[in-house]
């Protein structure tokens, strides 16, 4: 199946794509979708969103699946359906 990934200027920048379909396998979870996009985009997606090699999600990683933000502690149980939008960005700090 087929989802829509959408990346926020500073992470689109390193990883060279604003927007793009991934191809994953039905019933597929976000995190094996996150596993994909690193392997794919490599260090540029793991220094922003998700490191695979250590299983962790960065604590300023936002993740949106059809608008509805997601806990970083259920990409696990989270499952993707054909069509779906997923959306990566930054959230914002400072004082």
């Given at each position: ?9 500073i ?49 300023y990683a ?34």
């Amino acid at each position: 199946m087929r989802v829509k990934v959408s990346f926020i200027h500073i992470i689109s920048k390193e990883v060279g794509v604003r927007e793009e379909e991934v191809e994953v396998e039905g019933n597929a979870s976000l995190k094996k979708l996150l596993a994909l996009l690193a392997g794919k985009h490599g260090e540029a997606f793991k220094k922003y969103v998700y490191d695979s090699d250590k299983d962790e999600v960065k604590g300023y990683a936002i993740i949106t699946v059809n608008g509805k933000i997601i806990q970083r502690g259920s990409i696990e149980s989270v499952k993707l359906a054909e069509g779906d939008r997923v959306f990566f960005g930054i959230g914002a700090a400072g004082g």
